[in-house]
């Protein structure tokens, strides 16, 4: 079933991919990525959908909930940064606890039930918690306007030196702006993915991938799947909260908008797009996911005609308009066109892509193996 | 077989990169960012790049795309291009239709989608990535708020759009951000003497108030004015933002003894809950011995168009009407009907002025330094586009004008002639001491 991949391979994998994380903002530069913000959102969502992968990727469980987790974790550090202090780690901390017992309420009530109830049981309390933030407990989200932190806020833990600076999160006097707020996701980022390799190493990872096999056959083994699957349910969940968390971190505002079903439905499409049960599957998903939005909806005429200019004018203005239903508020389109097509032709997602150009590459070497089922890359 | 050495996926996973950069690199224009000693953004080329922050999508989109439409007429004529538009009729004439400070103006757009979160990632990216010295935009107080505080921390300067609430330059004002349109406080004070003619001293108001900053906002002036010439409140109902069927709301108003219904919602929200209303009947009600009246404090163009017969009749103020006919509205109005074909919205006309005030006051200070652009502004005393004399006041930068109080027209004329103007309100009857709202400028931010 699962190869097995020695420990060396996995720390060269993990030192691989801090690598490529950390320098981000050098090689993503060329194609216009290489800013702050943006580099944020990687690392963010790349932590939120590795984590939601953990649940969906392993157990099968689909979870169409998870912005709950997200806006919780949010509105928690939001507090933290009002009560406490600007400080980003208690508000990290103190997210993953709130998120995690927020989690361990739903996945009580939701995991009773499996597929497409498992399902609307998770969206149906992401859109009530939707709608308390919304409407009900406006005294701590403050609605639609998003909870920001205010000067008058009592930040215990503040010297009152700070008191006139800029309402950013700082690490010990290092703002979570810029690229030192990108380091900061980064380096959580890292910490998410080394845990979550771990996970799906260890023997509670196989119990989980038994799940997602056959729940049957395994409780009459005598395994009550149960305990795992909530197990699951709640560290995917914190690690929701953390991602969350470090969004206030680097933008210290959280609106309800968050948990809306649009946002849980994003990740989902982060997971199967980079490859469900992959490791790596997921971040590369919510990268592409994030680089269309940001990238794509910035697109106008303008920079369409600039791009086009090369053409003559009697075609330059169809393929403008044309191509102008692709771009800009119609950046969905695009993302709706890629997902389509990754769906149809690459079920395992991007990284099922990568596995076939490396077993395109292998075929010279060595005889190909009978590939039956699309094993995932990981 | 090769199955235990077989490292495909260890391998393929270290191409990974490589392979998601292959997929990431799809064309993009890279617009180098320019970072220099003097202030964020400075612009060292030919060019001068401003950020349009507008509602591409959701509830305010219509004025989104109005708001847009009209930053494009902006900088074709800050560039010397079309009939020049209220440059003019402008009072200053620093700006001579070749640029500002001898550079082209270009813009990058973005999309705001009304959320606060979806508004500042694009205008970060703006900032960030496009080098925006200037960003512009927004249809909600919600996201001009979270917008302001933003452009405050990163050092831009924000010229806000469609944005109502008090707490825009109250409460949250900021030293970076400037506002041209009214806020509820001059509706307010500008309704009340006309809501006294109409209805007399002896009414009761219900409110149905969509809930965030504005919504709170508009109900606190509205009532505050109401209840000082003498009506009774006898409940203000909070409604969800977007809220589509206001049917729930709208029954119990029938049985409270109230006899005027003040909506204090906006965009498709209004459009629904008015209709609605109607729909119920409220209008041919009879209640104490009196008509059942309805309010709306904040009205459009674009809104009445959308709300159809339902307008005619009721009460509301708004910022400006393609209407009048002034020399800059009939400038402002001549220009854009000929780019697009029809009269442009309020939304329409606040961005635009909203723009030529910038670059008028990029062109008097001589640079775009957000710190000097902003005391070129700061008590800046202007004429000729569309609201009579005007100040924009240094203590909150807030613009205070003359207000329009307005009346769904009866017969109108054509599907744009829908509202008529009732009073102009003058300037000094809407004017109210900077400190009546609280907040803090602080200091203005360069960003450097």
Same mark, same amino acid.
């Given at each position: 079933?699962?190869?097995?991949?020695?420990?060396?391979?996995?720390?060269?994998?993990?030192?691989?991919?801090?690598?490529?994380? %950390?320098?981000?903002?050098?090689?993503?530069?060329?194609?216009?990525?290489?800013?702050?913000?943006?580099?944020?959102?990687?690392?963010?969502?790349?932590?939120?959908?590795?984590?939601?992968?953990?649940?969906?990727?392993?157990?099968?469980?689909?979870?169409?909930?998870?912005?709950?987790?997200?806006?919780?974790?949010?509105?928690?550090?939001?507090?933290?940064?009002?009560?406490?202090?600007?400080?980003?780690? +208690?508000?990290?901390?103190?997210?993953?606890?709130?998120?995690?017992?927020?989690?361990?309420?739903?996945?009580?009530?939701?995991?009773?039930?499996?597929?497409?109830?498992?399902?609307?049981?998770?969206?149906?309390?992401?859109?009530?918690?939707?709608?308390?933030?919304?409407?009900?407990?406006?005294?701590?989200?403050?609605?639609?306007?998003?909870?920001?932190?205010?000067?008058?806020?009592?930040?215990?833990?503040?010297?009152?030196?700070?008191?006139?600076?800029?309402?950013?999160?700082? %690490?010990?006097?290092?703002?979570?702006?810029?690229?030192?707020?990108?380091?900061?996701?980064?380096?959580?980022?890292?910490?998410?993915?080394?845990?979550?390799?771990?996970?799906?190493?260890?023997? $509670?990872?196989?119990?989980?991938?038994?799940?997602?096999?056959?729940?049957?056959?395994?409780?009459?083994?005598?395994?009550?799947?149960?305990?795992?699957?909530?197990?699951?349910?709640?560290?995917?969940?914190?690690?929701?909260?953390? &991602?969350?968390?470090?969004?206030?971190?680097?933008?210290?505002?959280?609106?309800?908008?968050?948990?809306?079903?649009? !946002?849980?439905?994003?990740?989902?499409?982060?997971?199967?797009?980079?490859?469900?049960?992959?490791?790596?599957?997921?971040?590369?998903?919510?990268?592409?996911?994030?680089?269309?939005?940001?990238?794509?909806?910035?697109?106008?005429?303008?920079? %369409?005609?600039?791009?086009?200019?090369?053409?003559?004018?009697?075609?330059?203005?169809?393929?403008?308009?044309?191509?102008?239903? $692709?771009?800009?508020?119609?950046?969905?389109?695009?993302?709706?066109?890629?997902?389509?097509?990754?769906?149809?032709?690459?079920?395992?997602?991007?990284?099922?892509?990568?596995?076939?150009?490396?077993?395109?590459?292998?075929?010279?070497?060595?005889?190909?193996?009978?590939?039956?089922?699309?094993?995932?890359?990981? | 077989?090769?199955?235990?050495?077989?490292?495909?996926?260890?391998?393929?996973?270290?191409?990974?990169?490589?392979?998601?950069?292959?997929?990431?690199?799809?064309?993009?224009?890279?617009?180098?960012?320019?970072?220099? &000693?003097?202030?964020?953004?400075?612009?060292?080329?030919?060019?001068?790049?401003?950020?349009?922050?507008?509602?591409?999508?959701?509830?305010?989109?219509?004025?989104?795309?109005?708001?847009?439409?009209?930053?494009?007429?902006?900088?074709?004529?800050?560039?010397?291009?079309?009939?020049?538009?209220? %440059?003019?009729?402008?009072?200053?004439?620093?700006?001579?239709?070749?640029?500002?400070?001898?550079?082209?103006?270009?813009?990058?757009?973005?999309?705001?989608?009304?959320?606060?979160?979806?508004?500042?990632?694009?205008?970060?990216?703006?900032?960030?990535?496009?080098?925006?010295?200037?960003?512009?935009?927004?249809?909600?107080?919600?996201?001009?708020?979270?917008?302001?505080?933003?452009?405050?921390? !990163?050092?831009?300067?924000?010229?806000?759009?469609?944005?109502?609430?008090?707490?825009?330059?109250?409460?949250?004002?900021?030293?970076?951000?400037?506002?041209?349109?009214?806020?509820?406080?001059?509706?307010?004070?500008?309704?009340?003497?006309?809501?006294?003619?109409? $209805?007399?001293?002896?009414?009761?108001?219900?409110?149905?108030? &969509?809930?965030?900053?504005?919504?709170?906002?508009?109900?606190?002036?509205?009532?505050?004015?109401?209840?000082?010439?003498?009506?009774?409140?006898?409940?203000?109902?909070?409604? +969800?933002?977007?809220?589509?069927?206001?049917?729930?709301?709208?029954?119990?108003?029938?049985?409270?003894?109230?006899?005027?219904?003040?909506?204090?919602?906006?965009?498709?929200?209004?459009?629904?809950?008015?209709?609605?209303?109607?729909?119920?009947?409220?209008?041919?009600?009879?209640?104490?011995?009196?008509?059942?009246?309805?309010?709306?404090?904040?009205?459009?163009?674009?809104? &009445?168009?959308? !709300?159809?017969?339902?307008?005619?009749?009721?009460?509301?103020?708004?910022?400006?009407?393609?209407?009048?006919?002034?020399?800059?509205?009939?400038?402002?109005?001549?220009?854009?009907?000929?780019?697009?074909?029809?009269?442009?919205?309020?939304?329409?006309?606040?961005?635009?002025?909203?723009?030529?005030?910038?670059?008028?006051? !990029?062109?008097?200070?001589?640079?775009?330094?957000?710190?000097?652009?902003?005391?070129?502004?700061?008590?800046?005393?202007?004429?000729?586009?569309?609201?009579?004399?005007?100040?924009?006041?240094?203590?909150?930068?807030?613009?205070?004008?003359?207000?329009?109080?307005?009346?769904?027209?009866?017969?109108?004329?054509?599907?744009?002639?829908?509202?008529?103007?009732?009073?102009?309100?003058?300037?000094?009857?809407?004017?109210?001491?900077?400190?009546?709202?609280?907040?803090?400028?602080?200091?203005?931010?360069?960003?450097?």
């Amino acid at each position: 079933m699962v190869t097995k991949i020695s420990p060396a391979r996995d720390y060269l994998l993990f030192g691989v991919f801090a690598i490529a994380v %950390l320098t981000m903002p050098v090689w993503l530069a060329p194609i216009g990525a290489g800013y702050p913000d943006l580099l944020q959102k990687f690392a963010i969502f790349g932590l939120f959908a590795t984590g939601f992968n953990l649940l969906f990727g392993l157990t099968g469980y689909l979870s169409f909930g998870h912005a709950a987790f997200l806006g919780v974790g949010s509105y928690t550090a939001v507090w933290s940064f009002k009560l406490l202090g600007m400080n980003p780690i +208690p508000a990290a901390i103190l997210a993953v606890v709130t998120s995690g017992v927020f989690a361990l309420a739903i996945g009580y009530v939701s995991l009773r039930r499996s597929g497409i109830y498992f399902s609307i049981l998770t969206l149906a309390f992401a859109q009530m918690s939707y709608n308390l933030a919304y409407s009900v407990l406006t005294p701590i989200t403050n609605g639609e306007t998003g909870l920001r932190v205010l000067e008058s806020d009592p930040r215990l833990f503040d010297s009152s030196a700070n008191a006139d600076g800029p309402l950013i999160s700082n %690490l010990f006097g290092i703002e979570m702006t810029g690229y030192a707020g990108f380091y900061f996701c980064a380096v959580v980022l890292l910490i998410g993915f080394f845990i979550a390799q771990r996970i799906f190493r260890s023997p $509670f990872g196989i119990m989980l991938r038994a799940v997602k096999t056959n729940q049957n056959r395994m409780n009459y083994t005598g395994l009550n799947p149960r305990p795992y699957t909530l197990a699951a349910f709640v560290i995917s969940g914190m690690y929701a909260g953390l &991602a969350g968390a470090l969004m206030c971190i680097t933008d210290p505002l959280a609106g309800a908008e968050r948990m809306q079903w649009t !946002a849980s439905g994003e990740v989902v499409l982060m997971t199967i797009l980079g490859g469900a049960g992959t490791l790596l599957g997921p971040i590369l998903g919510a990268a592409l996911i994030k680089y269309f939005e940001n990238i794509f909806s910035a697109f106008n005429e303008q920079t %369409l005609h600039e791009a086009f200019s090369f053409l003559p004018d009697f075609l330059e203005y169809p393929v403008v308009s044309v191509a102008g239903l $692709f771009v800009g508020e119609g950046w969905h389109l695009t993302l709706g066109v890629l997902f389509m097509l990754i769906v149809i032709f690459l079920p395992g997602g991007i990284m099922e892509g990568v596995s076939r150009i490396g077993r395109l590459f292998r075929r010279s070497s060595s005889k190909v193996e009978p590939s039956g089922a699309t094993a995932p890359a990981e | 077989m090769s199955l235990i050495r077989k490292p495909l996926n260890r391998r393929s996973i270290l191409r990974a990169g490589a392979v998601g950069g292959a997929a990431l690199a799809t064309p993009t224009i890279f617009t180098s960012k320019v970072w220099s &000693a003097g202030y964020l953004n400075e612009p060292t080329g030919a060019e001068v790049i401003l950020g349009f922050n507008v509602p591409q999508t959701g509830a305010y989109a219509d004025e989104g795309a109005d708001e847009l439409r009209a930053y494009q007429l902006a900088v074709k004529h800050l560039n010397g291009e079309g009939d020049g538009g209220m %440059l003019n009729t402008f009072s200053s004439k620093a700006l001579q239709g070749n640029g500002v400070n001898g550079k082209k103006v270009a813009y990058v757009t973005g999309d705001t989608q009304t959320k606060s979160d979806a508004a500042r990632a694009s205008a970060k990216r703006m900032i960030e990535k496009d080098g925006a010295v200037m960003i512009t935009g927004g249809s909600s107080s919600g996201v001009a708020i979270a917008v302001q505080s933003l452009c405050q921390e !990163a050092g831009v300067i924000f010229m806000a759009g469609l944005t109502h609430s008090n707490d825009t330059t109250g409460k949250d004002k900021r030293k970076n951000g400037f506002r041209h349109f009214f806020n509820t406080e001059m509706s307010g004070a500008a309704l009340a003497p006309v809501l006294k003619n109409a $209805f007399g001293t002896d009414r009761t108001a219900y409110h149905l108030t &969509a809930d965030y900053t504005w919504g709170w906002s508009q109900e606190g002036s509205i009532k505050k004015y109401t209840e000082g010439m003498g009506w009774n409140t006898a409940a203000a109902v909070r409604t +969800p933002l977007g809220a589509g069927d206001f049917s729930q709301y709208i029954t119990p108003v029938l049985n409270s003894g109230a006899d005027v219904l003040v909506l204090n919602h906006y965009g498709k929200d209004m459009v629904n809950s008015l209709t609605q209303a109607v729909q119920f009947g409220l209008r041919d009600k009879q209640v104490n011995g009196k008509d059942f009246a309805i309010v709306v404090p904040l009205y459009s163009r674009l809104m &009445a168009q959308g !709300a159809g017969e339902n307008v005619k009749g009721i009460f509301g103020s708004t910022n400006w009407h393609w209407s009048l006919q002034d020399e800059g509205s009939k400038a402002f109005v001549k220009s854009f009907g000929q780019e697009y074909g029809f009269p442009p919205s309020q939304a329409a006309h606040t961005t635009y002025c909203q723009a030529l005030l910038y670059a008028d006051a !990029a062109q008097r200070a001589g640079t775009f330094e957000p710190c000097a652009l902003a005391a070129a502004l700061e008590g800046f005393e202007f004429d000729g586009m569309g609201n009579g004399p005007t100040l924009y006041r240094a203590e909150d930068h807030q613009c205070f004008k003359d207000v329009l109080v307005v009346k769904g027209k009866e017969n109108p004329s054509s599907q744009f002639d829908v509202l008529e103007v009732v009073e102009v309100t003058p300037r000094s009857q809407v004017e109210y001491p900077a400190e009546m709202l609280g907040g803090e400028l602080g200091a203005c931010n360069n960003g450097a």
